[in-house]
């Protein structure tokens, strides 16, 4: 017996009163006889092409569909469950097994045993370096696996997680109840909240707020690392999964049968964050521009110092990723660094055949800005920061975290002369470290 026909014969007089209703039912939520389950998110790295996939179960299939497109993208046993995308291949448990598909074929390319202590695995989750993160509903550990499988972080307040959302350097955790930060440099867990009753989906906004879908209450809210709370006000009636997509500002949800896309800048009712605004993460071809930060350097009792404020467009009364800029970057600093930013846009829209041999080679293909401010300082100082292209290696290397980024570093100099990087250094590290390489 079907759901639906379940359905029809337990609530038989009720239908009769109500034909209104069943045909509500019928046309959102088992058309096909399918009902929905969750959305994915495509795009695991800023580098790889934004899609939002639409996972609807039947009884004997598990469908994944793009956004807005009625064609089945590819067709999932009707058992796998927690899925998660990496580089073209949609993961997800069997049994005891981790199994990887081809989006493009459909075809099984990844099979990797769980770990033998997993015996109820609660969700799953991958990081940029396609490491993958494992729970189990009764285990206290969090098992990461890269080459082989580790109880890599172990807290009793691991226990009983659900949802699983990986973050930069943390690893968001959600029971029924609470939602808690693991720290992956240190594995220290921070308390975020336990006031929730039934968290039935978590997504990162453009803050790096969390926002949560809590499904007793039927209510959604947004909870940042310093604990703060707040209730938006959103239609959660049939709501079963959320995703924010970073770029767009734009909130999905999947309803029952439907999916529906909401400007979360109006949701939230934030008025520090303009249209007008040309720098954001971007992509063109496979680079993206993937975040910035200022560098602004000062002299304090003699001596050199340095304040580093992250952002496209840092503002100290403006929260960015769940912290305040310890200041506000200047008016000619922003010029400078919008200047740098549609540079770095034209560059990685036509690259030197130099840099394209770096990916070949295995570099990630992810950009970082950075634009140093000296217009404070009016005596001459040894160590000064030059404009230019480098590579930083993530050293060492973090679970989830991708290897390293391209710097593409700007200066605006003591006589407020915004100086970016020249082809003539760009080609000529390139080639540098192409043959270290």
Known sequence: MTKFQSFLKKNYLFIVKNSTLLFFLFITCCHNNTWAQE????QHTPAHPQKILLITKTENATLVKEENDDKTLINLPSSISHLDIHQGIIYGIEKNMIVGYAIASGEIVNQIPLPLDVKKPSDLEIGFDGSLFVTDTDATAVYVYKKKWEAAYSNPEIQNTNHLLRIRGALFIASANALKMLNLRNGEISILSKDFSNIKAITEDHEGRIIVFDGDSNKLFRVATDQ???????????????????????????????????DYLDLVKEADYHTNRIMQPVMKGKLAISGSEFLIHKIKNEKQSLEVLEGFYPDKHVRYQSYYPPSTASPELIRCAEKSYQALVKWIEN??????????????????????DYTSIKESIEKKRDSGLWYWKRNPSLNGRVPGYWKWEAVLNEKCECVLPNQ???????KEFTQKK
Request: hydrophobic letters at 40%.
């Open 351 to 372: 690259p030197p055949v130099e840099f394209n041999q770096t990916i070949k080679n295995g570099t990630p293909p992810l950009f970082w800005m950075m634009t140093n």
């Open 39 to 42: 959305i994915l998110f495509y």
């Open 424 to 430: 003539k250094q760009v080609i000529e590290y390139l």
């Open 228 to 262: 703060s709370i707040e209730k938006l006000n959103f239609d959660t009636n049939g709501l079963m999964d959320i995703q924010f997509i970073p770029g767009e500002n734009r909130l999905i949800a999947f309803y029952s049968g439907t999916i529906k896309s909401f």
